[in-house]
T-cell receptor, first 115, second 111 residues
């Protein structure tokens, strides 16, 4: 299957700083990528849909100014958690939609810990 | 909101046994997919079944879909310790390609 690389896998930061997470599709082009958040022992919650060349579509209740998404190329989407606070600590996972198969391939996730 | 509901929430079996997980959903779907997640890792796509399909096989996996009951099942035959993971069903509605995940089943296969 296709490969999606997510970086970093783990980040610890101080409260008030911003953190950028990258999601790359390595062997296919992805016009659509997705960002999810997962709390311990819970399911994935879709945060936003990232569309190449246009603004991201955010799910209800997700703050656009808090979670900035940029999808500048067909292989890269970034999520920036701005002015992070301890309540933003979570596991963030991205996925990229492979058009031909209509399957989402997932990155390995980023564990964010805000002190 | 979570559309899929898996049951059981947790399942513990012995190596070699079969494991069956179920998923129910509430609205009409385009397709249903099953994913596996090892602890602290991303998701691995297992199988996709379209709304006009009733059964699909892939290796030791067998998935059924009953659209009249809005339910699906995932059967893993001859389980192995390496199958230990959380399993999620996810539905796709319409053409927006968004996945709506269920709460997952934690499968433990004891050696």
């Amino acid at each position: 299957g296709a490969v999606v690389s997510q970086h970093p896998s783990w980040v610890i930061c101080k409260s008030g700083t911003s953190v950028k997470i990258e999601c790359r599709s390595l062997d296919f082009q992805a016009t659509t990528m997705f960002w999810y958040r997962q709390f311990p022992k819970q399911s994935l919650m879709l945060m936003a849909t990232s569309n190449e060349g246009s603004k991201a579509t955010y799910e209800q209740g997700v703050e656009k100014d808090k979670f900035l998404i940029n999808h500048a190329s067909l292989t890269l989407s970034t999520l920036t958690v701005t002015s992070a606070h301890p309540e933003d600590s979570s596991f963030y996972i991205c996925s990229a939609r492979e058009t031909a198969e209509n399957i989402q391939y997932f990155g390995a996730g980023t564990r964010l810990s805000v002190l | 909101s979570q559309q899929g509901e898996e049951d059981p929430q947790a399942l513990s079996i012995q190596e070699g046994e079969n494991a069956t997980m179920n998923c129910s959903y509430k609205t009409s779907i385009n397709n249903l997919q099953w994913y596996r997640q090892n602890s602290g890792r991303g998701l691995v796509h297992l199988i996709l079944i379209r709304s006009n399909e009733r059964e699909k096989h892939s290796g030791r996996l067998r998935v059924t879909l009953d659209t009249s009951k809005k339910s699906s099942s995932l059967l893993i035959t001859a389980s192995r310790a390496a199958d230990t993971a959380s399993y999620f069903c996810a539905t796709v509605r319409g053409s927006n390609y968004k996945l709506t995940f269920g709460k997952g089943t934690l499968l433990t296969v004891n050696p």
